[in-house]
């Protein structure tokens, strides 16, 4: 399906080292995606290159970060990225993968399973009710790829977090502009100050890699309902 020798030098080029059982493994998953794609929509990027660059370097670049270790929650993980491709390449990761959606739900379990990733919790649920349950400020990361705004991003993700854990978001080239605008949600929600990571990933497209610290405890009334959080966003 992918091109192993070509994905093997493009993640070369950014210091990321794949293993043969690694390389193997990411051709199973696209080879999978693509299949199970046809039935339910998955993703629009369903060439080689495509997934190539988009999904699976997109996914290590934040992967490879010193940040991604112990419990990661990937939050609107769609198919898979990034949570499946860190937990390939840091098998040690506890992931808990969190999508509302049913069909994308039971593509997730299934890829796991054909990936023998046994230990990965896979959680049908929207975030800002987990923050109310039993995830709430469980995980040492929580990262999101494409998901919505950062303001809405953060309170989505923040409350999720342990206090001295990382939220991570995955941007393109508004990045830095998204994380001007939400400055003020990030510190009422207990994110400490974030840095931006700029890249570019091998096809060109910019990439940028918001990286938060979580400095102190959600406040309770944090999370809002979804319906809230989406028509006014935290200033």
């Known amino acids: 399906m992918i091109d192993k020798n070509r994905l093997e030098a493009k993640c070369a080029a950014e210091g990321i080292t794949l293993s043969g059982a690694q390389l193997d493994a990411l051709d199973r998953y696209a080879a999978f995606l693509v299949e199970y794609n046809e039935k339910v929509n998955l ?15 997109d996914s290590l670049l934040l992967a490879a970060r010193p940040e991604v270790s112990g419990s990661l929650v990937d939050v609107g993980t769609g198919a898979g990225f990034p949570g499946i491709v860190a937990k390939l390449y840091k098998p040690e990761l506890a992931l808990t993968l969190m999508e509302p ?3 994308r739900v039971a593509f997730l379990e299934q ?12 959680v049908k649920e929207r975030a800002e009710e987990a923050a109310r349950k039993q ?27 342990k206090v001295g854990g990382r939220f991570l978001a995955m941007k393109g080239a508004s990045g830095k502009e998204e994380l001007a605008a939400a ?3 990030i510190r009422k929600l207990g994110g400490g100050e974030a ?22 405890q959600s406040a309770p009334q944090y999370p809002r309902n979804g319906g809230k959080i989406a028509k006014s966003p935290l200033k």
């Open 135 to 161: 995830w709430r400020e469980a995980f040492d990361v929580a990262c999101a790829r494409a998901v919505a705004a950062l303001p809405v991003l953060a309170e989505y993700c923040l409350p999720l977090v």
């Open 183 to 185: 400055g003020g949600a």
């Open 111 to 122: 890829a796991c399973a054909l990936l023998g990733l046994t230990d990965v919790q896979v």
């Open 101 to 103: 959606t049913g069909k």
């Open 195 to 216: 840095s931006l990571i700029c890249g570019k990933l091998p096809n060109g497209d910019e990439r940028t890699l918001i990286v938060c610290k979580k400095i102190s």
């Open 43 to 57: 993703t629009a990027i369903t060439d080689p290159e495509g997934i190539e660059d988009k999904h699976f370097v």
